[in-house]
Nanobody, 121 residues
Framework: QVQLVESGGGLVQPGGSLRLSCAAS????????MSWYRQAPGKERELVAD???????RYADSVKARFTISRDNAKKTVYLQMNSLKPEDTAVYYC???????????????WGQGTQVTVSS
């Protein structure tokens, strides 16, 4: 069984920082793109940032220059460093990964359970 488990969410004041982590576990052959999405109350889920297996990154315009996505392939973990946080960054943050389970040859999408980030004074 494959799981993505996020950690690092919480309450932070405007201008503060948080670092989210998402670790993949289980019978995994390989991991492709890994991403962070977020969903604020009453809004659709949106892509925040993604990173390919070779380290190419992409960001939503709203987080460019403030957020940094990175990954450790050996640990099967993706990170999201969030700086200069704003109240509008408040949302549930979800980890996403395209991966191949051991013994299969197809790419399957997996989601984490989500972690709450609240930016408020």
């Amino acid at each position: 069984q494959v799981q993505l488990v996020e950690s690092g969410g919480g309450l932070v004041q405007p201008g503060g920082s948080l670092r989210l982590s998402c670790a993949a576990s289980g019978s995994i052959e390989s991991i492709g793109d890994m991403s962070w999405y977020r969903q604020a109350p009453g809004k659709e889920r949106e892509l925040v940032a993604d990173i390919t297996s070779s380290g190419i990154t992409r960001y939503a315009d709203s987080v460019k220059a403030r957020f940094t996505i990175s990954r450790d392939n050996a640990k099967k973990t993706v990170y999201l460093q969030m700086n200069s946080l704003k109240p509008e960054d408040t949302a549930v943050y979800y980890c996403y990964a395209d991966l191949v389970r051991r013994g299969t040859y197809s790419i399957t999408a997996y989601w984490g359970q989500g972690t709450q980030v609240t930016v408020s004074s």
